[in-house]
């Protein structure tokens, strides 16, 4: 099994968030917003049973899933997207596949030494984000 992502993380560096958020089709408005946020994911799991939230003081964003069930997303605050999502483990990354009007959406998710990874991915912009553990979360 890879890594536990368990955790409440904090963002430390934020690459190319505004070509992904482009492609999203986010207004320029919102994307300044979005750039100076200091996100935080806090990630839950129960067995097969996951749930991503996504933390700032503008909003927040959370999502519930299965490992390998597909879900109906709706990007609520973000682009506002109707989705189709299939959460997969792929070797030791948790990949999200996001079937929708926007080509070869998804993302990825793993842990290396004691930082998580995210990529984030939308009609061929890659957003790479990287958190390190909150010191108050053991
Ligand atoms: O996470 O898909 O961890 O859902 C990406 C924001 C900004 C609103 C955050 C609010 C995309 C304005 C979710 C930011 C930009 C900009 C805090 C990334 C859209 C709108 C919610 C994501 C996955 C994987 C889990």
Same mark, same amino acid.
């Given at each position: ?10 963002? $430390? ?17 919102? #994307? ?7 996100? #935080?994911? *806090? $990630? ?8 991503? !939230?996504?933390?700032?003081? +503008? ?5 519930? +899933?299965? $490992?390998?069930?597909? +879900? ?16 997969? =483990? ?11 009007? !926007?080509?070869?959406?998804? =993302?990825?998710? =793993? *842990?290396?030494?004691? !930082? ?23």
């Amino acid at each position: 099994m890879p890594a536990s992502l368990r955790g409440t993380w904090d963002i $430390i560096s934020n690459v190319n968030f505004d070509g992904y958020m482009s492609a999203l089709g986010i207004s320029i408005y919102l #994307r300044k917003i979005a750039l100076r946020l200091k996100l #935080r994911k *806090v $990630i839950e799991q129960q067995g097969d049973q996951y749930i991503i !939230k996504t933390l700032s003081t +503008f909003r927040n964003y959370a999502i519930s +899933f299965k $490992i390998g069930q597909e +879900f109906e997303e709706f990007t609520k605050g973000l682009d506002n997207g109707h989705i189709k999502s299939t959460v997969t =483990w792929q070797g030791n990354k948790l990949m999200c596949e996001q079937i929708g009007e !926007k080509k070869n959406r998804g =993302w990825a998710h =793993w *842990v290396e030494g004691d !930082k998580l990874h995210l990529e984030l991915y939308c009609d061929g912009e890659v957003c790479k984000q990287v958190f390190k553990k909150n010191a108050n979360d053991c």
